[in-house]
């Protein structure tokens, strides 16, 4: 439901929900508090002029009507009770109340000061019974539930306000709260929007908290696709250009030697040019094809068997056109396993190998060991520019072939979960691929 709701109508639900759990669960909560507090409060007032009234420190008829503690001794005289109030009380009160409190409660009292609440005719009673002596002599100090309520009450008042102001600051403080993520807010949705119109739109929102680094995102994530499709236009430039090259020559050739005219001299030369373009054709279209089958395959999808890289490399060395002069191989561990296919893993050593050739002086290596694979060659070393870029398709150097086959390396190493690097040496540029 909160998802249909704006942000300043889940706050205000919010603030109902605070209100009604002050209302149901901490008023309840308080309320039972203050009675123990003002309950406590009562007997230390009780116990407080009791012993004032002991030791005759005040006139207790003054501070007791003050406070409104009622104190009554009962002590046996000549085998008789006598009962004395201060202040004075009426017979009824001395009589019935006192001595039926006092009954009720001393014959089980077993320290000598007791604390007690009693209802007596519909009035609630604080009252302490001291022990004065063993010959039966008691005081009782008492207060009506009248100084109890008022000063409840007051408590209470001064908590409900409380209660209120602190209600108003929360609601204060998350309002502007909420507004401080609107605004931003809104400016992502309007970038957003701006994003689904292809129109050029700015975002600038200077926060370190996680709605900056959504814009952040979102302002990279611009750029990502800009830079996509900035490449998916050279990408299908070069396509064109590519495919339109080989498709011309093939096709001028074919209708000169339709016309019994052979412009490379002679009939199996000029049929060489065609097979020649027809090879180069393919090859291009095999690897556009390749790559873009590798962007619909599914992670879960994917095969991983345990790969040799070891042996996969001597095959690879044994079917190339190149003497052993050329390539070396150090292999510093017995087996390196790496998940995947097989014709997947030899895709990415044979294009990387391929590059070397082209590059290379006087020799390319290969090194084998457990952290992975590095193919070395002595060439020159490259561009700045093209390091950023060499994995991109369509990105190549001099002597760059399709600038398809590094993009190739790049999709299969990822897609497998490895990683590739690419570092000028001081004699040359190396290739890694690695655990990451």
Do not use: C
Request: net charge negative; charged share 25%; no cysteine.
């Amino acid at each position: 439901m909160s998802k249909r709701l704006t942000l300043l109508q889940q706050l205000g639900l919010l603030v109902m929900g605070i209100l009604l759990l002050i209302i149901f669960v901490v008023s309840p909560l308080i309320n039972r508090n203050l009675n123990n507090l003002v309950s406590s409060q009562m007997f230390e007032t009780i116990q407080a002029n009791q012993l004032d009234y002991l030791k005759d420190y005040y006139n207790p008829y003054d501070k007791g009507k003050e406070k409104q503690v009622y104190h009554i001794t009962r002590r046996i005289v000549n085998d008789a009770i006598q009962w004395e109030a201060i202040p004075p009380l009426t017979v009824i009160t001395t009589r019935d109340m006192v001595q039926e409190l006092f009954s009720k409660n001393v014959a089980e009292q077993t320290e000598t000061i007791e604390n007690y609440i009693a209802e007596y005719r519909g009035q609630k009673i604080y009252y302490t019974i001291t022990k004065l002596a063993d010959d039966g002599s008691y005081i009782i100090s008492f207060v009506y539930n009248d100084y109890s309520t008022e000063l409840l009450n007051s408590i209470k008042n001064e908590l409900v306000y409380v209660q209120y102001i602190v209600l108003f600051i929360v609601a204060l403080i998350m309002t502007i709260w909420v507004f401080t993520f609107i605004k931003p807010l809104h400016k992502i949705k309007n970038y957003i929007e701006a994003i689904k119109r292809g129109e050029k739109g700015t975002l600038d929102i200077e926060r370190n908290d996680e709605i900056g680094q959504v814009s952040m995102a979102l302002v990279d994530m611009k750029n990502e696709l800009d830079q996509q499709e900035k490449l998916k236009e050279e990408f299908m430039h070069n396509i064109s250009h590519d495919l339109k090259t080989p498709i011309a020559v093939i096709k001028s050739y074919a209708e000169s030697m339709k016309d019994d005219i052979y412009p490379y001299g002679t009939k199996e030369s000029s049929l060489d040019v065609i097979l020649e373009n027809t090879e180069r054709l393919e090859n291009k279209v095999q690897s556009f094809l390749y790559l873009n089958r590798l962007d619909y395959i599914n992670q879960d999808e994917l095969i991983l068997d345990d790969v040799n890289m070891n042996e996969l490399v001597g095959k690879i060395k044994s079917q190339l056109d190149v003497s052993d002069e050329i390539i070396t191989v150090i292999e510093n561990t017995e087996a390196l396993i790496f998940k995947g296919q097989e014709e997947h893993w030899r895709n990415v050593l044979e294009n990387i190998i391929e590059n070397a050739k082209r590059y290379y002086q006087h020799q390319i290596i290969i090194t084998i060991d457990e952290f992975g694979i590095s193919i070395f060659n002595d060439g020159s070393p490259i561009s700045q520019k093209l390091l950023k870029e060499i994995f991109k398709p369509y990105s190549k150097g001099e002597k760059g072939n399709f600038g398809l086959g590094l993009s190739i390396v790049k999709k299969v190493v990822d897609m497998y979960g490895y990683a590739i690097q690419v570092e000028n040496m001081e004699n040359g540029v190396t290739f890694k691929i690695t655990n990451r």
